[in-house]
């Protein structure tokens, strides 16, 4: 862990309160996002057992399955969920047209008018967890059918495409599509508990907010106002579990004897709509504090100013929305169930560059993120003691010289970067700087290598330079063939059947 | 000297090494793989293939390397012969002044550089340069090679010689590798298990000497980061480091004595968790350093007698961090010797991957921490870090690795479809930990 992290978990353990470790919001956050919460099977991926969803915090909507092990009340359950989720995803249909600085449209390579969606959708779920099993969902229902022995509605395969473009978008970093309210808390602010105990939302949100509890959550006897962070984690403790796997005493206790009373009322003829509702009250009572947990988190993120660069990443996750409903709309939305290694190559260089883009946008955005480089060593801040504009040096071809200014700077703390390495000015990200020279009493010499002509900084400056910069961009050299080094042989003959 | 059986090492060694030559000169295979264990004279491998191939008059030849920095030490073994050696670069690389007065032709562009015998430059270079196609190349440093480099370069080559150290960092990524995990020809599969994945009838070899290690670190390194065995270059007693007499009191004077007498030191703290940045094992490295370049050290090897200086030592960290807290406090002992900074390489395990030098001082990856990590238990770290040397190597770390060890379970993934890895990080830790329990000094 970064020394920076560490003291901030230290301060929020020994002072019981949450400490701040960004100053403004790293994620973009919709006026109108979907907000999920979900169960399955415990042991089992493929057997959700209830969903609660919903625009707004007073508006939850809950579908649950009477008999989890039941596939056709299964992709019924899943066919509703489907087709609200689908409604939700229609309200970002409409584009415009982009056009260049002077109101020109601009051209795809196609010939065709770019154009772009207006909003995006985005679903914001309790944890990672939850986020993460939704790639085991997209899965498990892309791939249906709508013809054949058990055929489905044909809104699930649809639902499997959209959730497939979606998880996709997360997976490769820095998109805003799927949001988990554990990670956008974990953004923001540390708690004085360990990563293990943060991943329980409930009692992560207590360190932040202790007041965010609801007394008919408790027993009456149960005082849930004026507790400190930790007095209120303990209290969030025993809430129930977060999902997507339920907690083994719910199993037990509300679960089962619910499944067991849909089943014998089902098979004593009652309507199995009705039949239905103790498991209905079952998942609305376990999932309810989950939800309120989640809206919170989202009301407290949308408190922080959103940071500079969150637009720049949510028009890349509107760039890939567009794309997909182009897809959607010629009935294209095809995707591989095996990747090519050309495809994976491909994926994993844009994961790459997302990660670094978002670590370095994060720390120039953020002054608080940037003391953790700083703490770290990858950063170094101090003060410009020395500036010489007329300094000379030779230039790239060594026959003549160039004008290069010089900076001295005393570091608050040692440097710890060698000589030779190019350092970026955080108040000016165009600013490039060269250590050439530490001295014995740490004062630091720099020689600005690019962005010269833009203002530099003034002697007596605090000024703050990284070891890192705004990644820059190469062009994809992947080739379009997968070449003779990454074909399989043919497998062996296994002879005939 | 005690005989060997069998051929002499010297002998050994050549006869791969020819193997190798008729074998790429004759064409018939694809792929042709050589596994080099630290030190094993890959390079001069390497050049011998090239002048061969330059003599023989064939086309040019390229050869692939992982970074600027190897690319530029195989040139300079390469420049000042009779064949034309080219660099191919990026815009943003300064050439060696010392290579351009040798010679070697710089260019951005293939083009330029058609005259050239041998062209040299990184995967990521040839990745950029589009033009060409060549009948034959040679890939250095094939285990530090991503699968998804080679996949960006291969077509321009018809078959491929492929060199490397399957001791190495295996390679990573910053991004989400559980898109690209659990199928065949993950793009983070090293280029040499790509290679023997589609061509599982190519020839590897083994060089099967180490001229770098002494006889006192090779068995140590072959027994717990290696599959394929290798052997010292030279024999027991050979290699000898002196120090004049020095007080005992001093437990970095004991340290140096246990090294220069077996070869190794295991300099152990206190047991305590403390952040990477640990500043008493800063102290004790600083302190060793210190100690060692005003003992007046000598070596004697098969080259004669030579003083240790602050250019025969490195030390060898795990994070960039520690690298910068061991350069500052190191830079300030060389300062009161009148010594300039940055005479005593300190540099990270994945810098110092392909370096050598007479002696090293490692900060054991797992020092101080109350975890064992996949990054800190990486056999590949371990194995970078104590195979730089070619007289002694010094380890520094907090007590208590053995109940870390223990206590830590395993929690990295395991990808279904791929190959684990041959060496097991925890295993070779605890090996090495018997090991080096042997030499312990308490400091």
């Given at each position: 862990m970064d020394p920076y992290l560490a003291y901030q978990r230290l301060v929020a353990a020994e002072t019981h309160t949450a400490q701040p470790v960004a100053s403004c919001r790293h994620v973009h956050l919709s006026t109108q996002p979907l907000v999920l919460c979900a169960y399955h099977l415990a042991g089992d991926e493929g057997a959700p057992v209830a969903f609660l969803y919903g625009r707004s915090p007073d508006a939850a909507n809950l579908v649950v399955v009477g008999e989890p092990r039941n596939r056709s009340l299964r992709f019924r359950m899943l066919e509703r969920l489907a087709a609200d989720v689908e409604r939700y995803l229609g309200r970002f249909w409409s584009r415009r047209a982009v056009v260049d600085d002077r109101?020109?449209?601009?051209?795809?390579?196609?010939?065709?008018?770019?154009?772009?969606?207006?909003?995006?959708?985005?679903?914001?779920?309790?944890?990672?967890?939850?986020?993460?099993?939704?790639?085991?969902?997209?899965?498990?229902?892309?791939?249906?059918?709508?013809?054949?022995?058990?055929?489905?509605?044909?809104?699930?395969?649809?639902?499997?495409?959209?959730?497939?473009?979606?998880?996709?978008?997360?997976?490769?970093?820095?998109?805003?599509?799927?949001?988990?309210?554990?990670?956008?808390?974990?953004?923001?602010?540390?708690?004085?508990?360990?990563?293990?105990?943060?991943?329980?939302?409930?009692?992560?949100?207590?360190?932040?907010?202790?007041?965010?509890?609801?007394?008919?959550?408790?027993?009456?006897?149960?005082?849930?106002?004026?507790?400190?962070?930790?007095?209120?984690?303990?209290?969030?403790?025993?809430?129930?579990?977060?999902?997507?796997?339920?907690?083994?005493?719910?199993?037990?206790?509300?679960?089962?004897?619910?499944?067991?009373?849909?089943?014998?009322?089902?098979?004593?003829?009652?309507?199995?709509?009705?039949?239905?509702?103790?498991?209905?009250?079952?998942?609305?009572?376990?999932?309810?504090?989950?939800?309120?947990?989640?809206?919170?988190?989202?009301?407290?993120?949308?408190?922080?100013?959103?940071?500079?660069?969150?637009?720049?990443?949510?028009?890349?996750?509107?760039?890939?929305?567009?794309?997909?409903?182009?897809?959607?709309?010629?009935?294209?939305?095809?995707?591989?169930?095996?990747?090519?290694?050309?495809?994976?190559?491909?994926?994993?260089?844009?994961?790459?560059?997302?990660?670094?883009?978002?670590?370095?946008?994060?720390?120039?955005?953020?002054?608080?993120?940037?003391?953790?480089?700083?703490?770290?060593?990858?950063?170094?801040?101090?003060?410009?003691?020395?500036?010489?504009?007329?300094?000379?040096?030779?230039?790239?071809?060594?026959?003549?010289?160039?004008?290069?200014?010089?900076?001295?700077?005393?570091?608050?703390?040692?440097?710890?970067?060698?000589?030779?390495?190019?350092?970026?000015?955080?108040?000016?990200?165009?600013?490039?700087?060269?250590?050439?020279?530490?001295?014995?009493?740490?004062?630091?010499?720099?020689?600005?290598?690019?962005?010269?002509?833009?203002?530099?900084?003034?002697?007596?400056?605090?000024?703050?330079?990284?070891?890192?910069?705004?990644?820059?961009?190469?062009?994809?050299?992947?080739?379009?063939?997968?070449?003779?080094?990454?074909?399989?042989?043919?497998?062996?003959?296994?002879?005939?059947? | 000297m005690t005989s060997r059986p069998g051929p002499s090492p010297a002998d050994a060694h050549a006869a791969v090494v020819d193997e190798v030559w008729e074998r790429f000169a004759a064409a018939d295979d694809r792929v042709i793989g050589v596994y080099s264990p630290p030190g094993a004279g890959k390079s001069s491998l390497v050049r011998t293939v090239a002048a061969r191939w330059a003599t023989d008059g064939r086309p040019q030849l390229p050869i692939v390397t992982q970074t600027n920095n190897q690319a530029d030490d195989l040139v300079s073994q390469l420049s000042g012969t009779t064949y034309r050696v080219g660099r191919l670069h990026a815009s943003t690389y300064k050439p060696r002044a010392q290579q351009v007065a040798a010679g070697v032709a710089f260019s951005e562009t293939v083009a330029a550089l058609q005259g050239c015998d041998i062209v040299v430059a990184p995967a990521r270079k040839w990745a950029y340069s589009i033009q060409g196609a060549w009948e034959a190349a040679v890939i250095d440093e094939v285990y530090q090679m991503r699968s998804d480099d080679l996949l960006r370069v291969a077509d321009r080559f018809g078959r491929v010689l492929a060199v490397g150290d399957p001791g190495q960092l295996s390679p990573f990524t910053i991004g989400d590798e559980r898109l690209v995990r659990g199928r065949p020809l993950s793009p983070l599969a090293t280029a040499a298990d790509t290679l023997r994945l589609t061509h599982p009838s190519a020839p590897w070899r083994a060089l099967p000497v180490s001229w770098r290690l002494p006889p006192s670190a090779a068995t140590l390194v072959s027994d717990a980061f290696y599959i394929r065995p290798f052997q010292a270059g030279t024999a027991e007693g050979e290699?000898?480091?002196?120090?004049?007499?020095?007080s005992i009191d001093r437990a970095a004077n004991r340290a140096l004595a246990e090294a220069a007498r077996t070869g190794w030191a295991f300099v152990e703290l206190t047991e305590a968790h403390l952040p990477r940045t640990d500043p008493e094992v800063v102290e004790v490295i600083a302190d060793l350093v210190d100690t060692i370049i005003g003992a007046g050290v000598r070596a004697t090897d098969e080259q004669g007698v030579t003083p240790i200086g602050p250019g025969s030592i490195a030390v060898g960290v795990a994070h960039r961090d520690q690298r910068g807290h061991v350069t500052t406090a190191i830079d300030r002992g060389l300062a009161a010797r009148g010594l300039p900074p940055g005479s005593v390489v300190v540099d990270t395990a994945n810098r110092l991957q392909g370096r050598q030098f007479e002696l090293l001082i490692a900060w054991h990856p797992l020092s101080g921490r109350r975890d064992a990590t996949a990054f800190h238990l990486e056999a590949g770290r371990l194995c970078v870090l104590l195979s730089r040397h070619r007289h002694a190597c010094l380890v520094v770390s907090r007590a208590g690795i053995r109940d870390q060890l223990d206590a830590h379970p395993g929690v990295e993934p395991v990808w279904l479809g791929e190959e684990p890895p041959a060496v097991d990080g925890w295993e070779a830790n605890l090996t090495l930990l018997d090991r080096l329990e042997e030499h312990r000094v308490a400091a």
């Open positions: 109101g020109r449209q601009k051209y795809d390579p196609d010939g065709r008018p770019r154009l772009l969606a207006i909003d995006a959708p985005q679903l914001i779920v309790p944890n990672s967890g939850t986020a993460d099993w939704l790639t085991t969902l997209a899965r498990s229902t892309i791939w249906l059918r709508t013809d054949g022995d058990y055929p489905v509605d044909a809104v699930l395969p649809r639902f499997g495409a959209h959730l497939t473009h979606l998880t996709k978008r997360r997976a490769t970093g820095g998109s805003a599509n799927i949001v988990a309210a554990t990670e956008l808390l974990d953004l923001h602010w540390v708690t004085g508990q360990t990563d293990a105990e943060d991943a329980n939302l409930a009692t992560r949100l207590s360190w932040i907010d202790p007041n965010w509890l609801e007394p008919s959550w408790f027993s009456a006897a149960t005082s849930v106002r004026g507790l400190d962070a930790i007095a209120a984690a303990r209290l969030a403790e025993v809430l129930p579990g977060a999902g997507p796997v339920p907690d083994p005493t719910w199993d037990v206790n509300e679960l089962e004897p619910a499944v067991n009373t849909y089943n014998r009322a089902v098979s004593a003829g009652v309507d199995p709509a009705a039949a239905v509702e103790a498991v209905t009250d079952a998942a609305a009572d376990a999932l309810a504090p989950t939800w309120a947990a989640t809206w919170r988190a989202i009301e407290l993120s949308r408190g922080l100013p959103e940071a500079a660069s969150v637009s720049r990443r949510w028009e890349l996750d509107r760039q890939a929305w567009t794309w997909h409903i182009g897809r959607v709309d010629a009935e294209r939305v095809w995707f591989r169930r095996f990747r090519t290694a050309i495809q994976s190559a491909r994926l994993l260089a844009q994961s790459e560059a997302a990660a670094a883009t978002l670590a370095a946008d994060m720390a120039f955005d953020d002054p608080l993120v940037m003391a953790r480089a700083v703490a770290d060593g990858m950063a170094i801040e101090g003060i410009v003691i020395e500036r010489d504009d007329t300094h000379r040096r030779p230039g790239p071809s060594a026959r003549r010289m160039v004008t290069r200014p010089l900076i001295r700077l005393r570091p608050h703390e040692d440097c710890l970067q060698p000589i030779g390495t190019t350092l970026t000015w955080s108040t000016n990200t165009g600013v490039e700087l060269e250590i050439t020279n530490i001295a014995d009493d740490g004062v630091v010499t720099l020689t600005v290598t690019a962005g010269m002509r833009s203002p530099l900084p003034e002697v007596g400056d605090d000024v703050c330079l990284a070891a890192f910069s705004p990644p820059r961009y190469y062009p994809d050299t992947l080739p379009t063939d997968v070449p003779w080094t990454h074909r399989l042989p043919a497998p062996p003959d296994e002879g005939v059947a | 290699r000898q480091l002196h120090c004049p007499p020095r």
